[in-house]
C-alpha cells in the first residue's frame, strides 16, 4: 500500500458524497413540503443522525447532491462551519423553484444517481465514499476506507459494502464468494446471490469523466459492469442498515431512534482479550499475546454465555479494546477487524448478536521496526487507559453512566472505567502490582471471571 493510498485510510483526508436529490413520494405525506432527508424523525431531522455517524467517524469534507427542495437543505446545514466541517452542493434544483411532490422535476431522479454524480464532477476528489441521505448506516467506516485503499492497490476501481441479506430486507443481488465480489446485478437473479449492496460505496472520480454532462444513468449498472471487469471490491458489515424509503420504514426507524437516542439505558464495557477471549502465544515472539489472525480466537469459558446474560438482562454491551499489534506490525489492521467479527460471530452461537458495538483503539504512538500500516501511529485519546473509547459510545448512545460498568483484566480498564465516570471491575486475581499502578483507583468490584461478573449482577 503506497503513502497516497494510506492517506485514503484516515477518515479527515476523505471526501464524502451524499445523495440527497429524492423526491420522497412514498412518504409525500411528511415530503409535501420537505425534502426527504429533512423528515423529522422525533423532532429532529433524520439525515442529522446519519451526518452524526460521518461526523464521529472523522469525515469532515462533504458534497451534498441535492435536488428537490435543496434550498431547506441548504439553510440548515450551511457551509458546514458549525460542524467543525466543510460542505460544497450539487445542485440540479432551481433555489428559488419549489418544485412539489408528483411535478416533472430535474434532479437525482431523472439524471439517475450516476448521473447527479457526473453532474458534480467538478467538485469530485480523485477518490470518494458515496452514500445516501434516506439511509442510517452504523458501520465501521475506517474499515470501508482500509478496504477501499487495499483494494485500489490490487487495481480495484470501487468498493461496495454487503449485508449478508438472505433475502431478507430485499431481494439479494450480489455473489461474494472466497472473499471476493463475483457478480452484482440487480437484473439477472441467482441462487448465488446471498448478499445485498448495503448502500455505502467508494469510487475513483476517473470513473465518471468517460460520461458526457447530462446523461441518465444508474450507479447499479457502472457497478455491475465493474463486477464484471474484477475492478469492485466488496466489504461484508454485519450491522443492519435503516432507510425511511417507506411509511413502514419510517416508523420503524423512529421507534429505533427513540430507544437508542432518548432512552437511557445501562452499559457494561467489556476489555476483549483476557476477559471474553484467551492470550494465545505468539511463535513469532514467543510469548503470550492477543490473537493475530481469526484462528487463533479462543473464547474463555462462560464468556459467551455471560455476554449474552448482560445483553438479555437490558444492558448495551460494548466491546472497548487496544490493538497496537497492526501499528506494530505484528498483523494487519484488516485481520484486526477480521477477529472482531470472528469474536462476534462466536459470542452470537447461531443466534442475535448480543454485542452492540466494538470500540477499537488501533493505534500506537510510536512507529516500531516492523511497523508498515503507518496511518495507524498517532497520538490518540482512544487508546485505554485514556476513557475516549467508553466516551465515544456515550456520544452514540444514551447511556447512564451511574449504572454503568467498565469490566477488565488490567489496571488501564481500570482506571480508563474511572475517568468515564462508569464503575469499575477488575476481571482475575488482584495481585499486588495491579494494586500498586492503581494507587488510589481501587475498583468497585473484583471477580474471578466475567461469567462470575455477570451472575452476580443480573442474578445466577
Known sequence: MSGFEQRLCEPENVQVVVMMGGLGTRLKEYTADCPKPLVPVNGRPFFDHEFDLLLQAGFRKFLFCTGYRGDQIREHYGDGSKYRAQILYSSDDDPEKKTSVGENAVGAKLLGTGGAVRKALPFLEEDFLLTYADSYMDIDYREVLYRYALGKAEGKRSLMTLLHNKGRYDTSN????????????????????????????????????????????????????????????????????????????????????????????PAVFLDRDGVINEIVYNEDTELLDSPMKPEQLRLLPGAAEAVRKLKKAGFYVFIVTNQPA??????????????????????????????????????????????????????????????????????????????????????????????????????????????????????????????EFAGRICGS
Open 174 to 265: 450480489v455473489i461474494y464468494e472466497d472473499g471476493e465480489l463475483v457478480l452484482y446485478d440487480k437484473k439477472t437473479r441467482s441462487e448465488r446471490m446471498q448478499y445485498i449492496d448495503y448502500g455505502v460505496n467508494m469510487f475513483e472520480r476517473s470513473l465518471f469523466e468517460a460520461f458526457p454532462e447530462g446523461e441518465r444513468f444508474d450507479l447499479a449498472g457502472l457497478q455491475h459492469e465493474l463486477s464484471v471487469k474484477g475492478e469492485l471490491a466488496g466489504l461484508v458489515v454485519d450491522r443492519r442498515f435503516y432507510e425511511i424509503g417507506s411509511p413502514e420504514s419510517y416508523r420503524e426507524f423512529t421507534e429505533y431512534a427513540k430507544s437508542r437516542f432518548e432512552e437511557p439505558r
Open 326 to 451: 497492526a501499528a506494530k506490525g505484528k498483523t494487519t489492521f484488516g485481520k484486526l477487524c477480521e477477529i472482531n467479527r470472528t469474536m462476534r460471530e462466536a459470542v452470537a452461537d447461531g443466534g442475535e448478536d448480543p454485542i452492540d458495538e466494538i470500540f477499537m483503539c488501533p493505534h500506537f504512538p510510536e512507529e516500531q521496526p516492523l511497523t508498515r500500516e503507518h496511518f495507524l501511529i498517532k497520538g490518540c485519546t482512544c487508546r485505554k487507559p485514556q476513557p475516549g473509547l467508553i466516551l465515544r459510545a456515550r456520544e452514540k448512545y444514551r447511556i447512564d453512566p451511574e449504572r454503568s460498568y467498565m469490566v477488565g483484566d488490567s489496571f488501564t480498564d481500570v482506571l480508563c472505567g474511572r475517568a468515564a465516570g462508569v464503575k469499575t471491575v477488575f476481571i482475575g486475581s488482584y495481585k499486588c502490582d495491579v494494586c500498586a499502578r492503581l494507587g488510589q483507583e481501587k475498583p468497585d468490584m473484583i471477580a474471578g471471571s466475567l461469567e
